[in-house]
């Protein structure tokens, strides 16, 4: 008989306290129960069924997980490691090694070329130094991309620039022809020129004139040194 009453008393601390942890609303719920060990049993199914599936529910978002280009790779990096976080809190372990190989194949379709180049390193890469590389890639590709922007507005801008003045001046006039016989030209010919002669300029007849007076002066001065 003793030994049932200190089973009894035991039985009632025992549930009592773990009623006591429970909030108002399951409080009311439970508290019909018989005996804690049906209590803890209760309480065990149902709530131990509720962390499996947040499990299976981190588990999901784990192998969802996916990167896109039209985000920052940083960005989609760091939601990653809210995903680790919570699946480390889940009690689920996952080695440094195992979360560098999956975010590595996780990086977008454009970083390709840095995946190959990632995968084939043969020393091991720790997740912190994963993301300072990450960091630095997208750094590079950003500058480039700002680089390539302005070099395109440079060209458009010297593509659109107006063609010089000059090309647009009439031939040069030839004020000295050829002295090399010509056929005489027809009658409708020599209308058409008399009409489109193009008189010299008045500076290039003033020299012209000035050099003349020279010649007649030399001329002229030869003539008197020989009488």
């Known amino acids: 008989m003793a030994a049932v009453d200190a089973w009894k008393h035991s039985n009632v601390l025992c549930k009592n306290y773990i009623l006591n942890g429970l909030d108002n609303a399951l409080y009311n719920v439970y508290s019909p129960v018989l005996n804690a060990k049906a209590l803890w049993g209760s309480l065990e199914k149902k709530y131990k069924t509720e962390d499996t599936g947040s499990k299976k529910f981190v588990v999901g978002k784990f192998l969802d997980f996916k990167t896109v280009d039209s985000k920052t790779v940083m960005n989609q990096v760091q939601v990653f490691q809210l995903i680790l976080h919570d699946i480390d809190a889940k009690g689920m372990v996952l080695g440094e090694s195992f979360q560098v190989a999956a975010l590595i194949e996780k990086l977008p379709p454009t970083w390709k070329d840095f995946k190959k180049y990632l995968k ?58 050829s002295t090399t016989e010509q056929p005489l030209p027809s009658s409708k010919q020599t209308d058409r020129q008399s009409h489109s002669t193009l008189h010299s300029p008045p500076e290039l007849i003033e020299q012209l004139n000035l050099l003349r007076q020279m010649v007649e002066r030399k001329a002229a001065a030869h003539e008197k040194l020989q009488y």
């Open 120 to 177: 084939h390193k043969r020393k091991e890469i720790k997740p912190e130094d994963l993301i300072v590389r990450l960091r630095i890639e997208e750094d590079d590709r950003q500058s480039e991309a700002k680089a390539n922007v302005v070099e395109q507005d440079r060209s458009t801008e010297i593509g659109h620039q107006p063609h010089s003045p000059f090309h647009r001046l009439p031939p040069a006039i030839d004020f000295f022809p």
